[in-house]
RNA sequence: GGAGGGCUCGCAUAGCGGCCGAGUGCACCGGUCUUGAAAACCGGCAGGUGAAAGCCUCGUGGGUUCAAAUCCCACGCCCUCCGCCA
């Protein structure tokens, strides 16, 4: 939610990133009409109501004749209120589901454009050259299956498409990665969380994930709860209606968690492997801080991310998402893209995004310092999503005969440094 | 799933339908005193909105009433017991 002060003070600058987005511009000009009635209704209630007040005290003190009298007005003047407060009540709902429909206002550095214009900030590590190591490299389902590691078929018998299983050199992988990335992120002082998976709508309401996300979402009506995408939710809902003391900012968590999505409209896409799939684990980095720290705390956020990456001594290309690509929570976005070598391009892996007071505002989390109660900034990032990681793996680091090495980094975790075929 | 009890300002509690947005204790912050500290004493101490007056918030939502923290209903959460269970 964008500061209802802002907007009546910038509308055009409100208009502007809307545009850039790609997304109705005439929500501002809504949202300001409805908030100039919204405004009127406010006073009108709270005039009557004071004069209610008033009236309500003279009643208890008045006696016999004079209290029938005053009985007589106060009966009519709580009808106006009550009138007055259900036209007010009517009025903000109406105007908090406008509100709710802006997305968060674009970092003016941000690119404008669609999914395809995002612009590359840099490239770390040169992409192997197979050719010359004399052998053509085998996608990540050929190396899963000679290794024992991943199992789509039975996955898909069991669960339907995009599902898999994790085995063997696989399920151990995943482990090494949770624990490498927990531990880096413990000594850079995030406190590692196990977050519920299982929320309720406010949770997902608040963090921006039942707008135009909402199409990805599992839902289960019948508890009334969601199955979270990633663990920026409970991450982000764990302070709702909060105030934190500055002291503690700024605030971050690792989070582990499994990660459902439905993957709704990607028919066709990435349908070989663990690219895309319904259900993952990863790592999510969470932080709370001030506002202004907000950008530095959006790099060093990347940092680590890279740290990781390389790290697995992968090469990949780190991007500044277009604005019509960004989350409707995000301000800024920035993406890393690993090389996979059998799809000869770079894909996502990691992201992270800077949501400014936007989630904070939906959640009601705020902080307090000397001067007063403010509104938090929030950023997420990818610390390890496990099946891209894995993907990206397998495919950089295979030999001639389909056996995998292992990056230094994991080895303390594997106790090995090669996968072998099985 | 069944039976009870409870949800008030960071914590613990008080609260008669009007004098309660709300008392007390602890914690916390500032001050006096002290070489320093403790104790004692004095003051401050929930949030939102508003320029202010005011208005709103006693789990949430409804209802009764001129007036609700206080009465009624529903829901949520917590606790205890029973059943079931990883």
């Given at each position: 939610m964008i500061d209802i002060k802002f907007i009546r003070e910038n509308p055009d600058a409100v208009r502007a990133s809307q545009k850039g987005r790609g997304e109705d511009t005439s929500i501002v000009d809504q949202l300001l009409a409805i908030d100039e009635t919204r405004r009127t209704a406010i006073t009108e209630f709270e005039t009557l109501r004071a004069e209610q007040n008033v009236l309500s005290k003279s009643v208890g003190a008045a006696k016999g004749d004079e209290k029938t009298a005053l009985l007589e007005n106060a009966k009519d003047l709580a009808n106006k209120v009550k009138a007055a407060d259900t036209k007010r009540a009517d009025i903000e709902a109406q105007a908090n589901a406008i509100a709710m429909q802006l997305s968060n206002l674009l970092d003016p550095d941000a690119p404008i454009?669609?999914?395809?214009d995002f612009v590359v900030i840099e490239h770390v590590g040169t992409p192997r050259d197979f050719a010359k190591d004399g052998f053509e490299p085998k996608d990540h389902v050929e190396l899963g299956k000679l290794l024992g590691a991943i199992d789509t078929e039975r996955g898909a018998k069991v669960a339907g498409s995009r599902s898999y299983y994790l085995t063997g050199v696989g399920a151990l992988l995943e482990f090494a990665l949770v624990n490498y990335a927990i531990s880096s992120a413990t000594k850079a002082g995030f406190i590692p969380v196990i977050p519920p998976v299982l929320v309720n709508p406010a949770a997902m309401e608040g963090t921006g994930f039942?707008?135009?996300?909402?199409?990805?979402v599992y839902h289960l009506e019948r508890d009334e709860v969601y199955l979270v995408g990633t663990s920026e939710v409970p991450l982000a809902a764990m302070h709702m209606d909060e105030i934190l003391p500055v002291e503690k900012l700024p605030l971050r968590y690792a989070g582990y968690s499994t990660c459902f999505r439905r993957e709704a409209g990607t028919y066709g896409k990435d349908t070989r492997g663990i690219i895309r799939v319904h259900q993952f684990d990863k790592v999510e980095m969470f932080s709370f801080c001030k506002p202004e720290e907000a950008k530095e705390e959006h790099k060093r956020l990347l940092q680590w991310e890279k740290d990781f990456l390389n790290a697995m001594e992968i090469p990949y290309r780190v991007i500044d998402v277009a604005s019509g690509d960004l989350g409707s929570s995000a301000n800024r976005k920035f993406d890393i893209e690993a090389w996979i070598p059998t799809q000869d391009t770079y894909r996502e892996v990691t992201s992270t995004s800077n949501c400014t007071e936007f989630q904070a505002r939906r959640l009601n989390i705020r902080y307090k310092d000397s001067d007063g109660t403010k509104a938090i900034a929030t950023l997420n990032g990818t610390l390890v999503a496990i099946p891209r990681m894995i993907v990206a793996i397998l495919e950089n680091h295979?030999?001639?005969?389909?056996s995998v090495n292992v990056p230094k980094a994991l080895q303390p975790f594997l106790g090995t440094s090669r996968f072998e075929l099985v």
């Open positions: 454009g669609g999914e395809a039942l707008g135009q996300a909402a199409e990805n295979q030999n001639a005969d389909g």
